[in-house]
């Protein structure tokens, strides 16, 4: 770790801290193992929980969520769970849908975090890039009224 932030900046529950050109460090306690830090840390110097290296992914590579339409409710799920406000609802394309809404990421904004995947009960949301979350992470649906 040289310090350049980038961990910090990137990481969904804000479990880095640090200071510029220091080494940062990584909470357990707000850790997911989601892998985001170590897919974007341009010094390959991230393992995660098994002390196994986190690859970086050059930054055009890096899977972004991805909708399946026929899948999708439009539950809002996914658009609470996203610490980047990278998702957001749009009605659908044909009128005649018996859905009201679709989601739909906002490519620039999203980390590949993989959190709106863990929690589309619908499956309707992925992001092409292996991860393990750990089997005791706790998941809860709260609705932000600031929206």
Do not use: M
């Not at 899977?63 to 439009?74: F, M, N, R, S, Y």
């Not at 658009?79 to 005649?96: K, M």
């Not at 992925?126 to 009224?145: K, M």
């Amino acid at each position: 770790c040289v310090g350049c932030g980038v961990c910090d900046i990137k990481c969904p529950t804000k479990a880095i801290t640090g200071l510029k050109k220091e080494r940062y460090i990584i909470d357990p306690n707000l850790c997911i193992n989601c892998g985001v830090c170590g897919v974007y840390c341009p010094y390959d110097s991230i393992v995660d929980q098994r002390s196994v290296l986190v690859e970086r992914i050059k930054a055009k590579e890096i899977p972004k969520a991805l909708v399946i339409d026929e899948l999708c409710t439009g539950c809002a799920y996914c658009v609470d769970v996203c610490p980047f406000d990278c998702i957001s609802l749009i009605d659908p394309p044909d009128p005649l849908s018996n859905v009201t809404k679709l989601a739909r990421v906002d490519e620039k904004k999203c980390v590949s975090c993989k959190l709106c995947e863990q929690v589309c009960i619908k499956e309707a949301i992925i992001v092409p890039r292996p991860q393990e979350f750990p089997r005791d992470l706790g998941w809860s649906y709260q609705i932000h009224s600031a929206r």
